[in-house]
């Protein structure tokens, strides 16, 4: 390290600080950055609901096993806001959520569905895994192709959240098929 005399500064102190994505002034302010940007508010916004649906999704399931995977997912959606807030930061951007219209209606689908199920059925349980695995679809595709737009602007760093992100969706998904094919599916055709 070097050391340097008082009221003196290094050469590294004197450069001007770029915004951790290295971004330049031309790529922050053209059509498809912003284009970028504007999803990514998107889906901010489709995870912070979707952190406050998962709860009414808990505790709506009969089954122990969903109610707990919604219970983790909740935990993992609120990871996936911080996720998000992160990237913000790291393209030099303020986290601003934009109504997302699609996860809205998921969202109210998931609702209609608890409302017009039985309380206590596999029935509902299935239907709940049903929207679930609508939301989670959702993601996948909007973080996937997020993932790959910031590959193409060489948002490496974000890229790689990104993909955090997506893994942790397609697992999700998985984990949702798992828990209707093993004993869901069969008890509610059962009632």
């Known amino acids: 390290m070097t050391q340097t005399k008082p ?13 951790a ?10 059509e498809f950055h912003q ?4 999803e990514l508010k998107d889906i901010y ?29 909740t935990k993992e959606t609120e990871t996936h806001v911080a996720t998000l807030e992160k990237i913000f930061e790291q393209l030099d951007e303020r986290a601003v959520a934009h109504k997302c219209e699609a996860m809205q209606g998921l969202l109210e689908e998931a609702e ?3 409302s017009d199920t039985e309380s206590e059925t596999f029935t509902r349980d299935a239907g709940l895994i049903l929207a679930a ?4 679809h ?3 595709a909007t973080y996937g192709t997020l993932h790959a737009f910031a590959e193409q602007m060489g948002h490496s760093e974000v890229a790689k959240l990104l993909q955090q992100t997506l893994d942790n969706e ?9 828990i209707a094919q093993s004993f869901v599916n069969e008890q509610a055709v059962a009632e």
């Open 7 to 19: 009221g003196k500064t290094t050469a590294s102190e004197k450069r001007p600080v770029k915004s």
């Open 35 to 38: 284009f970028f940007v504007d």
């Open 45 to 73: 916004w489709a995870e912070k609901h979707l952190a406050k649906s998962l709860p009414k999704m808990q505790k709506a399931s009969c089954s122990e096993d969903l109610a707990a995977a919604f219970e983790k997912h």
């Open 133 to 136: 695995q609508k939301v989670e």
């Open 21 to 30: 994505a290295n971004i330049s002034p031309e790529m922050k302010h053209s």
């Open 170 to 178: 397609k697992a999700t998904d998985v984990a949702l098929t798992g």
């Open 138 to 140: 959702y993601e996948i």
């Open 112 to 114: 209609e569905i608890i």
